[in-house]
């Protein structure tokens, strides 16, 4: 038996089964490439689901976090210190915030959402909209926001008045928002629907919807911000300014650390005194982290690298490949007659973490140091990474 099939043996024995068995176990990681317990190297297409912006072993995020840890971890919000309140300006900084804007530091892209959902019910109004496909977070409040019923319904009744309309369908938009609602949430590109982007214009028409019935509008950027679809946060590229903004997954480059921004001074109000807190959010070392993240972006142009690798992805003509979608290094690949599933363990096989995010499409979410390179290096495997998948499952129904 290896290492590895022995520690899964343990992992069943102690741990809750939600994420069914783990595909590997892995020891170490160094820029795009993680290790498991056997030595088996892989590039790592996925980023821990588009969190290690910088890869793995970073030396800018180790040594930021080693730093910071020999000085104070944590405070409690008691207290603050210079790592939060510097963070805390520079996303408002690169978020184009008016003055009057203000951050909440959480520890998870669900607690940020839940922030946000209180935020919205400081409005005096409770209905929600939201849309089909939509992924929040997973903690009862997220939940009542996220779309998939299997992920919902076993958990109902959840907080209720919340409505879900299909994304770019601007008259089923017009029609749900009304005078009675308190926000609309939307995720510039939907990720756990299979990175299904939403229409510039149709963020634009959310904007003035929401405007014009006194309503938020609320941009879940927890997968595709910080510099994920090539602009700091994806809806900047449709021009509008939303009233909040959740964050978490990239900001701290595989430190946990979530972030509601609020946009200008009457939102960021609506939150008093007393109204939210959290013990771990905000601590110096996750600050530390979020800081050496962003700093890295900036300093290392990884922007614009983000848009120039992500553009090989433009066009992938590989037989059983249907198309791709997506922006920067935000990236679906739709296959055509091969389940993702297959595709996702050949690619393993093959030495590539990918992910079978849809059953017909696999999600790339590399980190944002991706080199051309490494990423035609996959794109060379792919033809026989399907052709492998198709024996695997051949005369099985897809
Ligand atoms: C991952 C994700 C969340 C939830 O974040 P957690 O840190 O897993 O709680 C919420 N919204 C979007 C868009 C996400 O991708």
């Known amino acids: 038996m290896t290492t590895g099939d022995a520690l899964l043996r343990r992992y069943a024995g102690a741990m809750v089964q939600v994420f069914g068995s783990p595909q590997l176990v892995l020891a170490s990681g160094e820029g795009c490439w993680v290790t498991d317990v056997d030595g088996k190297r892989y590039l790592d297409l996925l980023a821990g689901i588009a969190v290690n912006a910088l890869g793995h072993a970073h030396p800018a995020l180790v040594q930021a976090v080693a730093k910071q840890a020999e000085s104070a971890i944590h405070i409690s919000n008691f207290f603050t210190s210079?790592?939060?309140?510097?963070?805390?300006?520079?996303?408002?900084?690169v978020a184009g915030a008016p003055a009057g804007s203000g951050v909440f530091f959480a520890n998870s892209g669900t607690e940020a959402t839940e922030a946000a959902v209180k935020l919205t019910r400081r409005t005096g109004r409770s209905r929600i909209v939201a849309l089909e496909g939509s992924f929040h977070g997973r903690s009862t409040g997220a939940l009542a926001l996220t779309h998939k019923p299997a992920y919902r319904e076993p958990f109902e009744p959840l907080i209720p008045g919340v409505v879900f309309v299909p994304p770019n369908d601007a008259d089923a938009l017009r029609a749900a928002v009304d005078d009675t609602t308190a926000a609309l949430f939307v995720e510039p590109i939907q990720g756990e629907a299979g990175v299904r982007e939403l229409s510039a214009d149709y963020l634009r028409l959310a904007r003035e919807l929401t405007s014009a019935h006194g309503a938020l509008?609320?941009?879940?950027?927890?997968?595709?911000?910080?510099?994920?679809?090539?602009?700091?946060?994806?809806?900047?590229?449709?021009?509008?300014?939303?009233?909040?903004?959740?964050?978490?997954?990239?900001?701290?480059?595989?430190?946990?650390?979530?972030?509601?921004?609020?946009?200008?001074?009457?939102?960021?109000?609506?939150?008093?005194?007393?109204?939210?807190?959290?013990?771990?959010?905000?601590?110096?070392?996750?600050?530390?982290?979020?800081?050496?993240?962003?700093?890295?972006?900036?300093?290392?142009?990884?922007?614009?690298?983000?848009?120039?690798?992500?553009?090989?992805?433009?066009?992938?003509?590989?037989?059983?490949?249907?198309?791709?979608?997506?922006?920067?290094?935000?990236?679906?690949?739709?296959?055509?007659?091969?389940?993702?599933?297959?595709?996702?363990v050949a690619a393993r096989d093959a030495g590539f973490v990918v992910n079978a995010v849809t059953p017909t499409?696999?999600?790339?979410?590399?980190?944002?140091?991706?080199?051309?390179?490494?990423?035609?290096?996959?794109?060379?495997?792919?033809?026989?990474?399907?052709?492998?998948?198709?024996?695997?499952?051949?005369g099985q129904p897809s």
């Open 82 to 93: 210079e790592p939060a309140i510097a963070l805390a300006e520079r996303l408002l900084e």
């Open 217 to 344: 509008l609320v941009v879940d950027e927890i997968q595709t911000g910080i510099g994920r679809t090539g602009d700091w946060f994806a809806h900047q590229a449709s021009g509008i300014v939303p009233d909040a903004m959740t964050l978490a997954k990239g900001l701290g480059g595989g430190v946990p650390v979530g972030a509601l921004v609020t946009f200008g001074s009457a939102v960021t109000g609506l939150l008093a005194a007393g109204q939210h807190g959290t013990t771990f959010g905000g601590n110096p070392l996750a600050c530390a982290a979020g800081l050496a993240v962003l700093d890295t972006i900036e300093h290392d142009h990884l922007l614009a690298h983000a848009v120039e690798v992500g553009a090989l992805l433009d066009d992938v003509r590989v037989d059983g490949v249907a198309g791709t979608r997506g922006r920067g290094l935000m990236r679906a690949i739709e296959l055509d007659g091969v389940p993702s599933a297959a595709v996702m």
């Open 361 to 394: 499409a696999l999600r790339l979410t590399p980190p944002l140091v991706l080199t051309a390179t490494e990423l035609q290096g996959f794109l060379d495997a792919l033809p026989a990474i399907i052709e492998a998948a198709r024996r695997a499952t051949d």
